[in-house]
């Protein structure tokens, strides 16, 4: 209860925020989990995480991060920006230094990591390089079987950091040393780090691509974040705020936090708080993510959503004869539409919008 006697409303419908129920992240949660508990080294060690905005990347890193740091790993988590390396190296020791506390049963001493740290910074001209400093740290760690990951959000394949960091990184797990990559970005950064000749082990790195959650999932994660937050709602009002969710965990929060809004006053969220706080999230949204998405898309992108909206049956061919093009031609902007997180394609070939109210907007512009 907060001080004006409402209840604090528990959903959090803000970028990068961790609510409080991931809605179907079990089974990626649980291979991560097991990759960190194992003895041998697991290949989701090295994943990528991909998926449009708001789907929900940075929450499931940082989530990831977590059971790894449950499981006796050291976490550092960055986005690519320039200056990322420093800030991978300062952050590790400064963790690191907890791990090396008189009771922790590690062999290195606190005295020798401090005379690291002091050599490096009283020295500044000393030679030395990135890689160096990893593996002088991956060194103390050993000693107390710790491994390293490193979280990297927002991947910019541009960045001569994040291309340095990847092919250390591959150094470095080819010596087998105890260390992970976790990298999130849009499917179109992911690809294009994954084509660059020089880290092109990252072709290989597991993929974890954020597509639309279950209405099952959405409802648990729902029902479960309202009652924690001491209310209970109607199932009508759940079914309706289950089906204007469509999926996608972006939506899910600000429909929750809207219709939480609805009437603080009374305790069960009924129909009417849920339209009406539906109505507010999907004008948010719209404003957001769908106009800003669509916007951003190439004439030729609109030209493709345009066809696919007119055809029978959802298909890249569909398309292809619609726009009266040949097959390879559309190809190319279906997965420029895939690679911007505008398109899912699912498994007998039908193509999805990934965003919530993304139809509705590009068939009212195509008008
Ligand atoms: N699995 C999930 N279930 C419910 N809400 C989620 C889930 N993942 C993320 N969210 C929420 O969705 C919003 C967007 O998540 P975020 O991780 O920032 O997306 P991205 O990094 O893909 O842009 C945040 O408000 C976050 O709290
Ligand atoms: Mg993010």
């Given at each position: 209860?907060?001080e004006?006697?409402?209840?604090e ?5 803000t970028?990068?925020?961790v ?5 179907g992240?079990?089974l990626a ?29 940075t ?7 977590d ?6 790993w050291?976490a ?5 920006l320039?200056g ?6 300062i952050?590790?020791?400064?963790k690191?230094?907890?791990l ?6 590690a062999?290195?001493?606190g005295?020798?990591?401090g005379?690291?740290v002091?050599?490096?910074w009283?020295n ?9 400093e ?9 000693q107390s ?10 991947v910019q394949?541009?960045l ?6 990847a ?9 087998r ?8 970005g849009?499917p ?6 994954e084509k660059?000749?020089r880290?092109s082990?990252?072709?290989?790195a ?9 209405d ?7 029902i479960?974040?309202?009652e924690?937050g001491?209310?209970?709602?109607t199932?009508?009002?759940?079914d309706?705020m289950?089906?204007?969710?469509d ?24 129909l009417?708080?849920?339209?009406e706080?539906?109505?507010?999230a999907r004008?948010?949204f719209?404003?957001?993510?769908v106009k800003t998405?669509y ?5 030729g992108?609109?030209a ?7 055809t ?14 040949t097959?390879?031609?559309a ?6 539409l895939m ?18 109210l ?5 068939e009212?512009?195509?008008?």
């Open positions: 209860m907060s004006s006697g409402y209840l409303n528990p959903f959090t419908p970028f990068g925020e609510p409080p129920y991931l809605a992240r079990s949660l649980n291979e991560l989990a097991r990759a960190f508990s194992g003895t041998r080294r697991h290949p989701s060690l090295t994943t990528a995480i991909t998926g449009a905005r708001g789907s929900g990347k929450a499931l890193m940082a989530a990831a991060a059971e790894a740091e449950q499981r006796g050291v550092v988590r960055t986005a690519a320039p990322m390396l420093e800030d991978i190296l952050s590790a020791r400064r690191c230094s907890h090396l506390l008189p009771e922790r049963p062999r290195i001493s005295i020798e990591l005379q690291l002091g050599v490096e009283e500044p001209e000393q030679f030395t390089n990135w890689r160096h990893t593996t002088l740290l991956l060194d103390q760690l050993e079987d710790t491994g390293l990951l490193i979280t990297v959000d927002e394949p541009t001569p950091e994040m291309i340095h960091l092919a250390v990184y591959q150094l470095l797990v080819t010596e040393r105890k260390i992970a990559l976790l990298l999130a849009l179109h950064n992911i690809l294009a780090l660059d000749k880290v082990f990252m072709r290989r597991q993929k974890q691509r954020l597509g639309r959650i279950s099952y999932e959405v409802r648990q994660a729902m479960q974040t309202i924690e001491g209310r209970t709602a199932p009508e009002a759940i309706l289950v089906a204007a969710t999926g996608f965990p972006f939506m899910m929060q600000l429909v929750g936090f809207r219709t939480w809004d609805a009437q603080r006053a009374t305790g069960t969220i009924d009417p708080q849920a339209q706080g539906i109505e507010l004008a948010e719209l404003d957001s993510i998405t916007h951003s898309l190439s004439n992108d609109r493709y959503l345009a066809a696919l909206l007119e029978e049956e959802p298909t890249n061919s569909a398309v292809a004869k619609q726009l009266g093009k097959n390879s031609y190809l190319q902007y279906k997965n420029r690679s911007q997180g505008v398109l899912d394609e699912e498994s007998n070939g039908h193509l999805r919008f990934s965003l919530p993304m139809r509705e907007y590009a009212q512009q195509s008008r």
